[in-house]
């Protein structure tokens, strides 16, 4: 290990050029933590929030974008066990992923699944965390169920569509092209929603209504949700693109006995998200190990080029999860 580092950093709030590459001191484990060298970055819709100055960083995280990495653990700081310098590993990050080497809690680490490549295992655990967290512990989806992931062809939609067929649920899901419509009916949706011609609510209230509904659009999609529900249905929100506020008419909550809840994964305390790790380790680990489930890949930046990434991703014009190339 060197004393610096390249990293990318966030120069001022603002769109993509903002973000300039660097040198920093390369960071030191603390208890409970260790050091990887990073190979491939994750590259998340949380990090362009951060960059635009909408989503700062917790108190004690580092200030540098990047919530999900892989690469080899380098050093090992004082309380840890199970993990080995040496050790190949893909990990959930407070922050700093953008960098040559990040510091993050071992217990936020999961080993790289077999026959998967650093840079596939750089796209799972941001979008493997929320989505376990939110659709199976908050949600409680059970095989036979009927769900719908709005942005189907996002990090956190292919992920869905996977994971919920993969516990034997039926997948519904909106994507915004015919391509994108395709993508996620190869990926195990059994109706794939082209959002700018066609309404989901009429769509699956003929099926029944939803069971569960995983949002990340918020605004007006809200009210509609709640109208696609079936009777005792529950909505999980875990952004809001289209806006945080909008009206709800509550009477329709109380009489179809419906649930809204919620959750952000960067602000829970690093036991919640061990949890949410082990967790992964025992069901979801397995899947991704015989090939079951796998991540969708979109396209690879170096890391000096991490405006363009967040411009690609930004245009919505990906399908999947968008890497950036660090060492």
Same mark, same amino acid.
């Given at each position: 290990?060197?004393?610096?580092?390249?990293?990318?950093?966030?120069?001022?709030?603002?769109?993509? @050029?903002?973000?300039?590459?660097?040198?920093?001191?390369?960071?030191?484990?603390?208890?409970?933590?260790?050091?990887?060298?990073?190979?491939?970055?994750?590259?998340?819709?949380?990090?362009?929030?951060?960059?635009?100055?909408?989503?700062?960083?917790?108190?004690?995280?580092?200030?540098?974008?990047?919530?999900?990495?892989?690469?080899?653990?380098? /050093?090992?700081?004082?309380?840890?066990?199970?993990?080995?310098?040496?050790?190949?590993? +893909?990990?959930?990050?407070?922050?700093?992923?953008?960098?040559?080497?990040?510091?993050?809690?071992?217990?936020?680490?999961?080993?790289?699944?077999?026959?998967?490549?650093?840079?596939?295992?750089? +796209?799972?655990?941001?979008?493997?965390?929320?989505?376990?967290?939110?659709?199976?512990?908050?949600?409680?989806?059970?095989?036979?169920?009927?769900?719908?992931?709005?942005?189907?062809?996002?990090?956190?939609?292919?992920?869905?569509?996977?994971?919920?067929?993969?516990?034997?649920?039926?997948?519904?899901?909106?994507?915004?092209?015919?391509?994108? +419509?395709? /993508? +996620?009916?190869?990926?195990?949706?059994?109706?794939?929603?082209?959002?700018? @011609?066609?309404?989901?609510?009429?769509?699956?209230?003929?099926?029944?209504?939803?069971?569960?509904?995983?949002?990340?659009?918020?605004?007006?999609?809200?009210?509609?949700?709640?109208?696609?529900?079936?009777?005792?249905?529950?909505?999980?929100?875990?952004?809001?693109?289209?806006?945080?506020?909008?009206?709800?008419?509550?009477?329709?909550?109380?009489?179809?006995?419906?649930?809204?809840?919620?959750?952000?994964?960067?602000?829970?305390?690093?036991?919640?998200?061990?949890?949410?790790?082990?967790?992964?380790?025992?069901?979801?680990?397995?899947?991704?190990?015989?090939?079951?489930?796998?991540?969708?890949?979109?396209?690879?930046?170096?890391?000096?080029?991490?405006?363009?990434?967040?411009?690609?991703?930004?245009?919505?014009?990906?399908?999947?999860?968008?890497?950036?190339?660090?060492?």
């Amino acid at each position: 290990m060197t004393e610096m580092m390249r990293a990318v950093e966030i120069t001022e709030a603002g769109g993509p @050029e903002v973000l300039k590459l660097t040198e920093r001191p390369v960071p030191e484990p603390a208890h409970g933590q260790v050091i990887i060298q990073v190979a491939w970055a994750g590259v998340n819709r949380p990090d362009a929030l951060q960059r635009a100055g909408l989503y700062a960083p917790p108190p004690t995280a580092s200030d540098l974008p990047g919530l999900e990495a892989s690469g080899e653990v380098v /050093a090992v700081g004082d309380g840890v066990s199970g993990l080995e310098i040496g050790d190949q590993v +893909c990990a959930l990050l407070p922050g700093g992923g953008y960098a040559e080497y990040v510091a993050t809690p071992a217990a936020h680490c999961l080993p790289v699944p077999k026959n998967m490549s650093l840079r596939e295992a750089a +796209c799972l655990p941001e979008t493997f965390f929320t989505v376990w967290s939110n659709v199976f512990g908050r949600g409680g989806l059970q095989a036979g169920e009927r769900f719908l992931v709005h942005g189907g062809s996002s990090g956190i939609g292919t992920t869905a569509i996977q994971l919920a067929r993969a516990f034997g649920a039926r997948v519904f899901t909106t994507a915004g092209s015919a391509e994108k +419509c395709d /993508a +996620c009916a190869a990926l195990g949706a059994e109706i794939a929603i082209n959002y700018r @011609e066609q309404d989901f609510v009429k769509i699956l209230r003929d099926e029944g209504g939803a069971d569960l509904i995983l949002d990340m659009v918020g605004g007006d999609y809200i009210p509609r949700n709640l109208k696609a529900l079936a009777d005792d249905g529950r909505l999980i929100q875990i952004a809001f693109l289209g806006g945080a506020k909008v009206e709800v008419n509550f009477a329709t909550l109380m009489t179809r006995r419906l649930t809204m809840t919620g959750s952000t994964l960067r602000p829970q305390s690093d036991l919640a998200k061990a949890r949410i790790a082990q967790e992964l380790r025992e069901s979801v680990w397995p899947l991704l190990d015989t090939g079951q489930v796998a991540p969708v890949m979109d396209q690879a930046f170096d890391l000096e080029d991490a405006s363009k990434a967040h411009a690609r991703m930004e245009s919505s014009g990906h399908i999947g999860k968008i890497v950036l190339k660090v060492s």
